[in-house]
């Protein structure tokens, strides 16, 4: 079963685009890390999947549910 899937994600601060297409998927079970150096993007990524940075495009999926742009508390 697929608990999380990104499709395309793009994320962008201002006028500044942060995330460039980001894919993933994570099925049931499985351990997954997000690496990267010093502004790669890592925290915007967690911040995009929880709803707390601006999707501009792309897709979340939890649990094959599309959470796209919900807040944390909905």
């Known amino acids: 079963m697929q608990a999380l899937k990104i499709e395309n994600l ?3 601060y201002g006028g500044a685009k942060i995330l460039h297409g980001v894919s993933l ?20 990524l967690l911040r995009a999947i929880t709803g707390l940075a601006p ?10 549910q599309n959470i796209t742009g919900q807040k944390p508390y909905s």
């Not at 099925?27 to 990267?36: P, R, Y």
């Not at 999707?55 to 094959?64: A, R």
Request: charged letters at 15%; proline letters at 3%.
């Open 25 to 44: 998927n994570v099925t049931q079970g499985e351990i997954v890390a997000v690496l990267g150096p010093n502004g790669a993007g890592k925290s915007t």
């Open 55 to 64: 999707i501009i495009k792309g897709e979340v999926f939890f649990q094959n």
């Open 10 to 12: 793009e994320v962008a």
